[in-house]
């Protein structure tokens, strides 16, 4: 798809950040299950929950837009769930301690991407392209 103008790359930021969602929701699901400390399988549910509310987010403000959520394919997440796969859930381990860490590490990386990468600052929340959010983050000095 050709990107003409801020319309377009605003849609397909937000079918990208879908898809994102989508890959990270399984991976940290699959994290969550192979976790032996309860704590922290607890906590990687808990994060997949808050994935899957984001998703419904995403989903209302496309069907504003008239635009179909499953669009894209985040190739940059999709990296990182295959990393994850590979180094926390497929690798071999000499006890459940080594592999909570890796597990850490691996959804570090995807929270990392996701936060950083794409997620609209939670401060300034721009609802439409070319429209800031409540208030300035640089004003605040906070940027989320």
Do not use: W
Not at 13 to 31: M, N
Not at 56 to 64: E, G, M, N, T, Y
Not at 99 to 120: E, F, G, K, N, S
């Amino acid at each position: 798809m050709t990107l003409k103008n801020l319309h377009d790359v605003y849609h397909d930021q937000l079918q990208d950040l879908y898809s994102a969602c989508k890959q990270s929701l399984d991976a940290t699901t699959e994290l969550g299950r192979a976790a032996a400390d309860r704590e922290l399988s607890e906590a990687l549910i808990a994060g997949a929950n808050g994935i899957s509310e984001g998703m419904d987010h995403l989903k209302s403000i496309c069907a504003r837009h008239d635009i179909d959520p499953e669009g894209e394919h985040c190739k940059g997440m999709a990296g990182l769930v295959t990393e994850a796969r590979a180094h926390a859930i497929k690798a071999d381990f000499a006890d459940d301690a080594t592999r909570d860490v890796v597990i850490i590490t691996q959804y570090q990386r995807m929270v990392h991407y996701a936060l950083v990468l794409r997620l609209p600052c939670r401060i300034c929340q721009p609802s439409e392209p070319g429209r800031g959010g409540r208030h300035s983050a640089k004003a605040s000095g906070q940027h989320l």
